[in-house]
């Protein structure tokens, strides 16, 4: 009989365990403070400026930075690789190593 109270109060808590982690948020409604024609408006301008982007190529990342010649980014190839700068090893491209 202690064993059967035991296992029963054991599957009510592990019942009430579960139905915790149950909840489900349901999509909320969106508002806007935009009317149709101003949200028209700037999507027009957003195209003059060519900000829009249509489909998985449609995207071209923008340039940063300064624009190294190919000659340049050889001369520091070679330069980072004659110092041993360069990364290597199984945790080259993961958080850097104490050493």
Not at 25 to 41: F, I
Not at 68 to 80: K, V
């Amino acid at each position: 009989m202690k064993t059967f109270s035991i296992a029963a109060a054991l599957l009510v808590v592990s019942f009430s365990a579960m139905a915790d982690g149950a909840t489900y948020q349901y999509p909320q409604v969106m508002s806007s403070n935009l009317t149709r024609a101003q949200v028209e408006a700037q999507t027009a301008a957003a195209a003059v400026r060519g900000e829009l982007v249509s489909g998985e190529l449609g995207y071209a990342a923008p340039a940063q930075g300064i624009s190294l010649s190919r000659s340049e980014i050889s001369a520091e190839l070679s330069a980072a690789r004659a110092k041993n700068e360069l990364p290597h090893g199984e945790f080259a491209f993961g958080a850097q190593s104490q050493g």
